[in-house]
C-alpha cells in the first residue's frame, strides 16, 4: 500500500493523539489488539507516547508532524509520499524534524518520496533526488552528482548557487576542452559531441573558486570585491572581474578580506562544468 503525509497534515482537531493515528486502521476495520499494537509502536518510534491522549490543538507544529507521520506509518506502506510536510515550521525546528524523519527512514528502510522546494532541503532529506520542472523529469540520480555536475542550468540554479558563462569551443582533446568566454580561457573536461566553434553555457559552483597562489594563463580571473556576505564557517565574497563579469566565490571565514579589495582568484578544470543533458 501507498501513504502519505499532506502539507497541511490534514490532523482531525476533534480527536486525540491516539485516534488520529489510528484512523486509518479503523476505516479498514483492523481488530483493535492490533490497532492499539501499532499505535504504540508508532508513538515510541517517533517519541510521542507521553502525547498520546492530548488533542491536537495542544500540540506543538513538531508534535502535529510527528503525529500525521505516525499516521501514515501504522498502514505500514510500501511508498510513503511526504507533500513538504516541514514547509509550515521555523527554520530550527524543520532542521530537526529532517534529522527525525531520517532517522525514522533508515530504521524502517522504506521507499519515501518527498516533495520540497527548497533545495537544501532536498539535499540534506536524499539519497536520490529527482528535479521536475513544469512537467518533465529534468535529472535524477544521487545528490552529489547531480549537484556537482548538473546538465542543465536550471537543475544547476535550482540546487545552488553557480557562477554561468557563454562560451565557444575553440579546441578539444584528449578528454579535455578548451573554451573561450571572449576575455576569458577556460579549461574544462571535454563531453561526448562537442565541435569546435559551437556556443555552450558553463558554470563554476562558488565554493570551487580558491585564492591564486600561483600564475595560471587560464581558469583565473582578477577581480574587485563589491560586497561580502558573512556565513558563520564560511563567507560569500561577489567581485567584478577584470574583464566585467560578476561572480561569486564561498571562501572560509578565516581569508582575510574586505569590500573594495583586488583579489586573484583560480579554479581547476575539473570544475568548469559543461551544462549539457545529452
Known amino acids: 500500500p501507498t501513504s502519505m503525509v499532506f502539507q497541511d497534515l490534514a490532523l482531525f482537531p476533534h480527536l486525540n493523539v491516539f485516534e488520529n493515528i489510528a484512523y486509518g486502521l479503523k476505516v479498514r476495520k483492523f481488530p483493535r489488539d492490533e490497532i492499539r499494537r501499532r499505535v504504540k509502536w508508532a508513538a515510541e518510534l517517533l517519541h510521542i507516547e507521553k502525547l498520546i491522549d492530548r488533542r491536537i490543538t495542544q500540540l506543538s507544529g513538531g508534535q502535529q508532524q510527528r503525529v500525521a507521520l505516525a499516521r501514515s506509518l501504522v498502514l505500514e506502506p510500501e511508498v510513503l509520499l511526504l507533500d513538504e510536510p516541514l514547509g509550515p515550521l521555523d527554520l530550527k525546528l524543520r532542521r530537526e524534524m529532517q534529522i527525525e524523519l531520517r532517522r525514522v527512514q533508515r530504521s524502517l528502510k522504506a521507499t519515501w518520496v518527498y516533495v520540497t522546494h527548497d533545495h537544501?532541503?532536498?539535499?540534506?532529506?536524499?539519497?536520490?533526488?529527482?528535479?521536475?520542472?513544469?512537467?518533465?523529469?529534468?535529472?535524477?540520480?544521487?545528490?552529489?552528482?547531480?549537484?556537482?555536475?548538473?546538465?542543465?542550468?536550471?537543475?544547476?540554479?535550482?540546487?545552488?548557487?553557480?557562477?554561468?558563462?557563454?562560451?565557444?569551443?575553440?579546441?578539444?582533446?584528449?578528454?579535455k576542452t578548451l573554451l573561450d568566454t571572449g576575455s576569458m580561457l577556460l579549461l574544462a573536461p571535454s563531453k561526448p559531441g562537442l565541435r569546435e566553434g559551437e556556443i555552450i553555457q558553463v558554470m563554476i559552483r562558488p565554493e570551487k573558486i580558491k585564492l591564486a597562489k600561483r600564475e595560471e594563463p587560464i581558469n583565473r580571473s582578477k577581480g574587485k570585491v563589491l560586497d561580502l556576505t558573512y556565513k558563520g564557517a564560511f563567507v560569500d565574497v561577489k567581485f567584478e572581474t577584470e574583464h566585467g563579469y560578476v561572480m561569486l566565490a564561498r571562501f572560509t571565514s578565516t581569508e582575510s578580506i574586505n569590500i573594495g579589495d583586488t583579489i586573484e582568484v583560480a579554479w581547476s578544470a575539473e570544475d568548469v562544468i559543461i551544462l549539457r543533458c545529452r
Open 120 to 175: 537544501e532541503e532536498a539535499m540534506t532529506m536524499s539519497d536520490r533526488v529527482a528535479i521536475l520542472n513544469e512537467g518533465r523529469l529534468l535529472a535524477v540520480g544521487d545528490i552529489k552528482t547531480i549537484y556537482e555536475k548538473p546538465c542543465s542550468r536550471f537543475v544547476a540554479e535550482f540546487l545552488g548557487e553557480a557562477n554561468f558563462f557563454e562560451a565557444r569551443v575553440t579546441q578539444v582533446a584528449e578528454g
